[in-house]
């Protein structure tokens, strides 16, 4: 079947603020304006306007829970695990690029298509997912609050609540690019983390060791805690918040197929500053604890800060502190937004950021509703936070394979992408990361039932699932070239190609192997998910 290209479409956005003039951090393009951009100064003031939602959504993530998973890697581990930032580089541009691309093409939100594609049945699964995800990483988010504060000698209250205050009322302007100028100030505040780096001075050539030679340090009875610690990092930089989020931002944000090329080079600016911010991390928590007392006992965020302060002197540690407070705050901005924007997709509410409170009050409630709860939570005497900190970015990475699943059918769907739909070289891209992540959390569930497992055995592990990838590739490929062939995708005039209204299409039909495969997924990660809990208690117990 091939694909025809459909004229410029906008029935399909959910709510008409989506349609209009773009207004972002640093300037504004027109509904009307279709001159081509030619030229340096013209392409470059085109970026300025765009950039937003891929240095967000990637700047959110290297947020608390970002800062201490890296800075326990860093302080327990030294920078043997370096190698895992790199490898993620292509897995957040390929998801990253897949859902943007599914934001400027249909105008509907990530968890709105799920519902109506897969239905409820399916839909739900991963909607929940997001809700329960979202609501403990924000609540991480506020554990960063009050330790950042807490070292600056601030107190635990007051923090809390002036916090909470400052990111409900910076998304109450009613004006999308007077909260986009707030986010893009605090996300070039996560910079401050380079100058931290350079005064704490780690051994470069060793971080350049551990970034190209992967490896795996602790003994046999170590492998599960560094498994869990791994599954950590994918989480906390591949979390499946961030799918929801740059779908709904860039669909908010009026982005369209046409300036598709400038979204691709925000996210990749976005992307570079994650995993500089990422290096950073490591690097510096490695040097500063090396030779301590401190090396393999890892606390917290704020023992991190005391530690930078021993090392390196006052300065340090209170820039440090004030690196913390500012990625919590965006990271709370974007976890907060992605479930307001997913509940209001999903009950048919309005929500953008281009409406006052008056004109969207169940999305504002709902933003605003989510923040003071986590709040309260941390508030709350004898919350077990450090034990919530590490749980919440290991289950991330846990059901991210889910998420993946669902974002990779969305985007092989030609009723919704149309000449947008995936190649065949990003599907075997994103197939592979499935089967990496799933591979991830079998060795941590193994690690989790057999405590003294050794590095054999988790090399026998990644060979066995290695098979099962190739057989399932192979099978693919066998009945591709068996059944009928397909004419080919015809991608003319794709800039101005828009998804037809959701009612006039129709739901695909889910094949029996499919529905068995998704069902086996969604049982096994239940699985995974429950042993990731008992993992963490023993951490948390000493065991």
């Known amino acids: 079947m091939t694909t025809t290209v459909n004229p410029a479409n906008r029935a399909a956005v959910l709510d008409d603020a989506h349609v209009g003039d773009i207004h972002g951090a640093f300037g504004t393009i027109r ?315 999903v009950f048919g509410l309005k929500h953008s950021l281009h409406r006052g409170v008056g004109g969207a009050k169940g999305f504002y409630a709902v933003y605003a509703a989510l923040v003071g709860l986590a709040a309260a939570i941390v508030l709350i005497p004898g919350s077990p936070l450090g034990l919530l900190t590490e749980g919440v970015q290991t289950l991330a990475g846990v059901l991210l394979p889910s998420a993946s699943v669902f974002l990779l059918l969305l985007c092989n769907d030609k009723q919704v992408l149309g000449p947008w739909v995936n190649g065949p070289k990003t599907n075997a891209f994103t197939a592979a990361v499935v089967g990496v992540l799933v591979s991830l959390s079998i060795i941590l569930t193994s690690s989790v039932l057999f405590p003294n497992i050794t590095a054999g055995a988790i090399l026998d592990i990644m060979a066995g699932c290695g098979v099962a990838g190739i057989a399932a590739a192979g099978y693919a490929f066998t009945r591709r070239r068996t059944g009928t062939k397909e004419d080919p995708i015809d991608r003319t005039g794709r800039d101005h190609w828009r998804m037809p209204p959701l009612e006039t299409l129709t739901r695909p039909a889910m094949a029996t192997g499919r529905k068995i495969g998704m069902s086996a997924l969604r049982g096994y990660l239940l699985v995974a998910m429950i042993l990731v809990v008992v993992k963490i208690v023993q951490v948390a117990l000493g065991h």
């Open 31 to 345: 509904l009307d304006d279709h001159a081509p951009r030619r030229g340096l100064s013209a392409k470059l003031k085109t970026l300025l306007a765009i950039v937003g939602p891929g240095l967000i959504v990637m700047v959110g993530d290297n947020d608390a829970g970002a800062f201490a998973t890296y800075g326990q890697a860093g302080q327990n581990y030294g920078t043997h695990l370096l190698w895992t930032l790199l490898l993620l580089v292509p897995v957040l541009y390929v998801n990253q690029e897949m859902v943007l691309r599914l934001g400027a093409v249909t105008g509907v939100g990530h968890a709105r298509l799920i519902l109506e594609r897969f239905g409820a049945f399916w839909g739900a699964f991963s909607v929940i997912d997001l809700f329960l995800l979202n609501a403990l990483t924000l609540v991480t988010e506020f554990i960063g609050i009050t330790l950042a504060t807490g070292y600056l000698g601030l107190p635990k209250a007051g923090s809390v609540v002036v916090a909470a205050a400052i990111i409900i009322a910076s998304a109450f302007t009613g004006s999308f690019r007077r909260f986009e100028r707030i986010a893009v100030a605090l996300c070039l505040g996560s910079l401050l983390l380079v100058p931290i780096y350079f005064m704490v001075h780690p051994a470069a050539s060793q971080m350049a060791h551990d970034f190209a030679l992967p490896g795996l340090p602790g003994g046999p009875g170590q492998l599960s805690t560094v498994m869990l610690l791994i599954i950590g990092i994918v989480g906390t930089t591949v979390a499946p918040w961030q799918l929801f989020f740059q779908q709904s931002y860039v669909i908010d944000k009026r982005i369209t197929p046409r300036f598709m090329k400038y979204e691709k080079a925000d996210l990749a600016i976005g992307i570079a500053i994650v995993v500089i911010g990422g290096a950073a991390l490591m690097g510096l928590t490695a040097a500063a604890f090396a030779g301590t007392s401190g090396a393999g006992n890892f606390t917290d965020t704020a023992g991190i800060a005391h530690g930078l302060e021993a090392h390196a002197g006052r300065l340090v540690g209170v820039l440090f502190a004030i690196a913390l407070l500012d990625a919590s705050i965006i990271g709370a901005f974007a976890v907060s937004l992605s479930t307001a924007y997913a509940i209001g997709d």
